[in-house]
């Protein structure tokens, strides 16, 4: 029987490629001060005298920052600080990461998702730039709308670049009537104006952005461009989604808090609301922080029926399969446990379009599960007090909080942590450990 039999090679877990995302992108030399505007944001720092400036980089353009940082240096004679591995979304100013060396100012560069920050530190966005083949573009939308269609053409940050050579193609020809009813629209300058529009041409590649604009407008109909016109289909979908995740909120019990963000505005305020709508609901929950959410971080937190995610409507997470628990978004809290009749009803991934909604109205009467056909029961938790005091409970196998779930869990298990066995275990003098790899240390022995 060889080594390998039953698990491979230390040099091929060691040297093994990981895939990535995005793919890399090293930009040619001679382009760096058109893609990146270096002169643009020499000209910010030096007019608004900026001293400690961060520039923050998302992981697929890090390849180009030490380039963009050294020319930025060469012109202004002074320090640059970069801003990589972001701790949470990429598209948010990381403003948390720039406190710790008192930053001034912040240059973001690359996909962006316009959330309201929770500090005032100046920044500026310096947008990742695509090519697009206008002229095809205009072939393309001139097969599929007719000249008589109102349509609004959305146009992302990747492509805003190209802005002036959009709204030329599609100036309005008046002899031919083609583009009379084309509107150009800017990503980066979108307001309520948009809703109910009937058609939305949508100029980018971020599915997620799609799906904002699918459930925060609501158009008639959604198209997109990926090389050739296409309709969005997936908003009936995602609400169906969204209404099993609400229906799985009601039957839960335990409820795990991801914080996913610490940038986005009012990250404080939706917490509280949260919580109080939990608490309220006779439910229990747990506040996790462990920096950006994964599947192999939340896996160890088994004794959560749910998690809820607060972290920018950009994020791609809402819309994952990997986690072994459903991600719920605070709006699906907000639909499945205040009952509030005047409460909005439409869908959004945006905390803040709903959290000015103060009014909380829970209920204490029993309701039946659409998913399991069980009977529910919300009520809220009683605090127990014990020689006029709030306590816990003491029992024989540990220390439990009265009617807390999670504690409840940690019972059933077979192995429930370390016992201290304090004043029972000998002392030994500190011995020096194993040596190598988990894979193979130096003191085993070799089975051939």
């Not at 520039?55 to 697929?60: A, E, G, N």
């Not at 925060?216 to 309709?231: A, E, R, S, W």
Request: proline residues 4%; hydrophobic residues 40%.
């Amino acid at each position: 029987m060889t080594e390998n039999t039953f698990f491979s090679n230390e040099v091929i877990s060691l040297e093994k490629s990981i895939d990535l995302t995005s793919t890399p992108v090293e930009t040619k030399l001679e382009d760096l001060d058109e893609v990146y505007e270096i002169n643009r944001c020499s000209k910010w720092i030096q007019t608004n005298n900026f001293q400690r400036v961060c520039l923050q980089f998302p992981d697929h353009l890090l390849p180009d920052s030490s380039h963009v940082a050294l020319k930025l240096q060469k012109i202004l004679k002074q320090t640059l600080y970069l801003l990589g591995d972001t701790a949470y979304e990429s598209c948010c100013i990381d403003y948390i990461a720039a406190a710790h060396i008192n930053a001034d100012a912040i240059i973001h560069f690359g996909p962006v998702c316009f959330s309201k920050t929770s500090a005032n530190i100046p920044h500026i966005n310096i947008y990742e730039k695509k090519p697009l083949n206008i002229t095809k573009l205009r072939s393309d939308y001139d097969e599929v709308f007719e000249k008589s269609m109102a349509v609004v053409l959305l146009v992302d940050s990747i492509y805003l670049h190209l802005i002036d050579k959009i709204v030329t193609a599609f100036a309005k020809i008046p002899k031919l009537q083609k583009y009379e009813n084309v509107t150009i629209q800017r990503i980066d300058e979108i307001d309520d104006n948009l809703k109910n529009k009937d058609i939305i041409f949508f100029l980018g590649e971020k599915y997620q952005t799609l799906v904002n604009i699918a459930l925060t407008f609501k158009p008639k109909q959604l198209n997109y461009y990926d090389g050739t016109v296409k309709i969005f289909e997936d908003a009936s979908k995602i609400i169906k989604r969204r209404h099993f995740i609400i229906e799985k909120i009601k039957d839960s019990e335990t409820i795990g808090i991801i914080i996913g963000t610490l940038g986005v505005k009012n990250y404080l305020q939706i917490l509280d609301r949260i919580k109080s709508l939990i608490s309220q609901s006779g439910k229990k929950y747990y506040l996790i922080s462990v920096g950006k959410p994964t599947v192999a971080k939340l896996a160890n937190f088994p004794e959560m029926d749910i998690y809820v995610v607060v972290t920018c409507a950009m994020s791609e997470i809402y819309e994952s399969r990997d986690f072994y628990k459903p991600i719920a978004t605070p709006f699906d809290v907000e639909a499945a446990l205040n009952l509030d009749p005047d409460k909005s009803t439409n869908f959004t991934l945006d905390y803040n379009a709903f959290l000015n909604d103060a009014k909380v109205v829970t209920c204490s009467e029993p309701t039946v599960s659409l998913l399991t056909n069980k009977l529910r029961i919300s009520k809220p938790e009683e605090h127990v007090k014990i020689n006029n005091d709030t306590s816990l409970a003491v029992k024989d196998v540990g220390t439990v909080a009265l009617n807390n779930s999670g504690a409840g869990y940690l019972l059933q298990r077979s192995w429930q942590g370390l016992e201290q066995n304090l004043g029972q275990t000998e002392a030994h003098l500190a011995k020096e450990g194993r040596d190598g790899i988990p894979l193979h240390y130096k003191n085993e022995e070799n089975n051939s």
